[in-house]
C-alpha cells in the first residue's frame, strides 16, 4: 500500500466564472464529460479556463477497466440527437480546439463508430475554425469501423495505451496493447497527427516504460501524454508508488530524444491536458482535413 498522495499531486479546485459557465453549458445540453465521470483532477483548471472534454454515447461503458472511475454495465440508450448538442455547445464556448471522447459501446454493431462520425461532422458544420480531437476506444480492432469515425477527419486521433504491456490484462481487462497500437498506426498511415497516453504508478519497471514508448514511436504517434495514475476507488488497482515531478520530466526529455513532437509529462496530466496548446503546436491543420482518409 502506498502512502498518502504528495504534495505535488494538489490540483486546483473548480471555481470561478469561467468553470460555472462550462458547468452550465454541460448541464443546459444535457451532455456528459469524462472531466466529471472520470473523476480527472484537473477539472477545476480546466473549465475555469472555458475548456471541457465531452463524452458522447453516454455514460455507461460496456468495459471494466480496473483503472477507470466511469460506470460499467449494459447502456440502455443511444442518443442521436447528441451529436447536434455537442456542435451547439462547441460553439457557445467558442472553442479553438475541442476533444470528444466516448465511453466504449462494444454491444453496437459498429462499436458506436457511425455517432462519433456525426459529431465530427456536426461539430464540423457548425464550428468550421474548430480543430477537432478524437479520442476513441480501440473498436475491437476493427479498422473498417475506425474508419468510418476518421472518414470524418478529424484533426488529432487519440487512444491510449494506458500503460506497458505486461499490465495490460490486469488494467485494462478487455483491451490489448497490440490491438491499441495497430489502431493507431492505421491512423498514422491514413496521413493523421496521432496521440496516445500512458499512466505510471501501477508496478511498470522503467524499462518497461523505455519498451512502451518505443513502440509507440514505432507506430508513428507524434503526441505523448504521461501521467500519474490514481486509484478512483478501493474496488480500483492501487497505486504502486508515487512518480516524482523530477522522474516525469526525465521521462519528457527521453520521449523527445527518441522522435515524439509533443510531450506532456507529469504527476497531473491527463489525455486532454492543455490539447489546445498541442494542437497550435501543429501547423497546416487545414491541409490534414483535405487529405482522403
Known amino acids: 500500500m ?17 468553470y460555472g459557465a462550462v458547468r452550465k453549458l454541460v448541464d443546459d445540453n444535457s451532455l456528459h464529460t469524462v472531466c466529471q465521470s472520470a473523476q480527472c483532477p484537473n477539472m477545476g483548471e480546466c473549465w475555469s479556463r472555458g475548456t471541457a472534454t465531452v463524452m458522447i454515447l453516454g455514460n455507461v461503458c460496456t468495459r471494466s477497466c480496473n483503472f477507470c472511475a466511469i460506470q460499467t454495465g449494459r447502456p440502455t ?13 462547441v460553439h457557445k464556448m467558442q472553442l479553438r480546439h475541442c476533444v470528444i471522447t466516448s465511453v466504449t459501446r462494444d454491444e453496437l454493431a459498429d462499436g458506436g463508430a457511425s455517432v462519433w462520425a456525426a459529431t465530427i461532422r456536426a461539430i464540423r458544420h457548425r464550428n468550421p475554425q474548430t480543430a477537432i480531437e478524437v479520442l476513441t476506444p480501440d473498436f475491437r480492432g476493427k479498422t473498417e469501423q475506425l474508419d468510418i469515425v476518421l472518414e470524418a477527419k478529424p484533426d488529432i486521433f487519440n487512444h491510449n495505451v494506458e500503460t506497458v504491456e505486461r499490465l495490460q490484462k490486469p488494467v485494462r481487462v478487455q483491451a490489448k496493447y497490440d490491438r491499441s497500437l495497430k489502431i493507431l498506426e492505421h491512423a498514422d498511415k491514413k496521413g493523421f497527427v496521432t496521440k496516445s497516453g500512458v499512466m505510471l504508478g501501477l508496478g511498470e519497471q522503467k524499462d518497461e516504460i523505455a519498451q512502451t514508448l518505443q513502440d ?24 504502486d508508488r508515487w512518480v516524482t515531478p523530477e522522474e516525469f520530466a526525465e521521462w519528457k526529455e527521453y520521449a523527445l530524444s527518441i522522435g515524439f513532437d509533443f510531450v506532456e509529462s507529469g504527476p497531473l496530466v491527463r489525455s486532454s491536458y492543455h490539447a489546445d496548446e498541442q494542437s497550435s503546436y501543429f501547423t497546416g491543420i487545414d491541409s490534414l482535413r483535405n487529405r482522403t482518409a
Not at 504534495?7 to 471555481?15: E, G, Q
Not at 440508450?77 to 455547445?89: M, T
Not at 514505432?218 to 490514481?230: F, R
Open 2 to 18: 502506498t502512502s498518502r498522495k504528495p504534495t505535488w499531486l494538489r490540483a486546483k479546485l473548480p471555481s470561478g466564472k469561467g
Open 77 to 89: 440508450e443511444l442518443d442521436l440527437g447528441e451529436p447536434a448538442r455537442v456542435a451547439d455547445a
Open 216 to 239: 509507440m514511436r514505432a507506430v508513428g504517434i507524434k503526441i505523448l501524454t504521461l501521467g500519474q495514475y490514481l486509484q478512483p476507488t478501493s474496488k480500483h488497482i492501487p497505486v
